[in-house]
């Protein structure tokens, strides 16, 4: 069933939370009675929840001697919390927050029964990947942990490096083959992995499916990156997406929020988002874009404090996927956002004077200014657009005199050393005066 139909059945269903192509449904929850919504794993039959916990951002503090350590009571409190509200997918890995989540997380969870929840760890063996030191790895997070089973085991960070280090860490060591020889005993459930790489990467590790028959795969997504990835670090999640449900793999995303900046947007963003749907918070967008597209199998979200478990709860409780017409506002919203990228800049003018008199605070200011307000001129396509160019081109010119506008930046880069926000000045006052010129031309 691809999205259309999904969302053609949830609408016949009556309900926004009915069967997907993942077989969800939903579970209520205990206390308030909503409903979280829920995914079936086809390949073995769990009922995972959509909202999933992240486990690599628990809240940290010091102890008696002064060392980082995890917020324990913090960390119970939320996964209880969480629990109760119908969570029951929880990520970890023997990296996160310095050794310590994997320890933590089984603390808290198994004050619970065990057949409650689906744990989720990795082989995360980057700095030595020998047979010796990988298993012990493993074995590690087994009695750290305190199971004798995994739901869900994850190659770590597959992609960078290519298939030929993909081989280093897994295959020739033996790794590959111990690890399916768990997965048949039974002490692994579920055996796929975490992408990070270009798309020539992903297909190279899609060609391996043939021979180990990876269970569900875990990539970036969110509606930035959908179709604006930088193709280098990631690939677009609409290529992996298609490309994983063309072989039927059950998806688990991390990075829905892209790193949290798709819950702090910019003000013009951020105020449209506003008037699209008051009294849901950017968060919200972005996870109910994600969790519109039916081989979601769970959402990540590092959540460190009760607020962030609330918010997303609610998103995740009656679960509304997005139409048609919201997903082509958030498209409009991603190409802004990519297109269009405020520069960093606080006005502190650290690098005046310049030394051919251009106002460089002044040209940083005026483009932030159109950009979070929502009235940046983008093409001749655009609604309103002859009205915002004029708008732009005027204000720039009462804003900015013309003898001190971006034109006039030969690339010195003596401001670039003085800058506290490191930014590549002449850069970005060379892509202003680019995207004025078009403007000015009536080639935008």
């Known amino acids: 069933m691809d999205r259309r139909e999904f969302l053609k059945t949830t609408a016949a269903a009556g309900t926004?939370?009915?069967?997907?192509?993942?077989?969800?449904?939903?579970?209520?929850?205990?206390?308030?009675?909503?409903?979280?919504?829920?995914?079936?794993?086809?390949?073995?039959?769990?009922?995972?929840?959509?909202?999933?916990?992240?486990?690599?951002?628990?809240?940290?503090?010091?102890?008696?001697?002064?060392?980082?350590?995890?917020?324990?009571?913090?960390?119970?409190?939320?996964?209880?919390?969480?629990?109760?509200?119908?969570?029951?997918?929880?990520?970890?890995?023997?990296?996160?927050?310095?050794?310590?989540?994997?320890?933590?997380?089984?603390?808290?969870?198994?004050?619970?029964?065990?057949?409650?929840?689906?744990?989720?760890?990795?082989?995360?063996?980057?700095s030595d990947w020998s047979r010796e030191a990988s298993l012990q790895m493993y074995h590690d997070s087994f009695e750290d942990m305190q199971t004798d089973y995994l739901d869900y085991y994850l190659l770590h960070s597959i992609g960078r490096g290519g298939y030929k280090q993909f081989a280093a860490r897994y295959v020739d060591n033996g790794v590959m083959d111990f690890l399916e020889g768990e997965r048949e005993k039974g002490k692994i459930r579920q055996l796929g992995f975490s992408f990070h790489g270009s798309r020539e990467q992903f297909d190279a590790m899609l060609a391996t499916h043939d021979k180990y028959h990876y269970d569900f795969v875990q990539i970036q997504m969110n509606y930035i990156d959908w179709k604006h990835a930088d193709g280098v670090r990631n690939v677009n999640a609409e290529y992996l997406y298609d490309e994983l449900d063309k072989r039927q793999l059950p998806i688990v995303v991390m990075e829905p929020l892209r790193g949290g900046s798709l819950a702090k947007l910019p003000q013009g963003v951020a105020a449209r988002l506003k008037e699209k749907a008051p009294d849901a918070s950017a968060a919200s967008w972005a996870f109910r874009f994600t969790g519109s597209y039916p081989r979601v199998l769970t959402i990540l979200s590092g959540m460190t404090y009760m607020e962030h478990l609330e918010d997303n709860l609610a998103?995740?409780?009656?679960?509304?996927?997005?139409?048609?017409?919201?997903?082509?506002?958030?498209?409009?919203?991603?190409?802004?956002?990519?297109?269009?990228?405020?520069?960093?800049?606080?006005?502190?003018?650290?690098?005046?004077?310049?030394?051919?008199?251009?106002?460089?605070?002044?040209?940083?200011?005026?483009?932030?200014?159109?950009?979070?307000?929502?009235?940046?001129?983008?093409?001749?396509?655009?609604?309103?657009?002859?009205?915002?160019?004029?708008?732009?081109?005027?204000?720039?010119?009462?804003?900015?005199?013309?003898?001190?506008?971006?034109q006039h930046c030969i690339g010195c880069g003596q401001c670039k050393v003085h800058c506290p926000q490191s930014i590549d000045i002449p850069h970005q006052l060379h892509r202003i005066d680019h995207y004025i010129e078009k403007m000015r031309r009536g080639t935008l």
């Open 16 to 126: 926004a939370a009915a069967l997907t192509a993942c077989g969800a449904r939903t579970s209520q929850n205990k206390v308030s009675g909503v409903e979280m919504e829920m995914r079936t794993n086809p390949g073995n039959g769990d009922k995972v929840s959509l909202l999933g916990y992240g486990c690599m951002r628990w809240q940290m503090t010091k102890d008696a001697e002064g060392n980082d350590i995890i917020d324990q009571k913090s960390v119970n409190a939320l996964v209880d919390h969480a629990l109760e509200h119908g969570v029951n997918y929880f990520d970890t890995s023997p990296a996160y927050l310095q050794g310590q989540s994997e320890k933590a997380s089984a603390i808290a969870l198994n004050r619970h029964p065990r057949g409650s929840f689906f744990l989720a760890t990795k082989l995360s063996n980057f």
């Open 315 to 406: 998103t995740f409780t009656g679960f509304k996927p997005l139409g048609e017409e919201e997903l082509a506002f958030l498209e409009e919203m991603a190409v802004l956002m990519t297109e269009y990228p405020t520069v960093e800049c606080t006005d502190c003018k650290y690098c005046m004077p310049c030394p051919y008199g251009v106002d460089i605070p002044g040209i940083f200011q005026h483009y932030n200014a159109a950009v979070n307000g929502g009235y940046i001129p983008q093409s001749a396509e655009q609604k309103d657009f002859a009205r915002l160019r004029r708008r732009y081109l005027l204000s720039y010119d009462r804003a900015v005199e013309s003898l001190r506008q971006a």
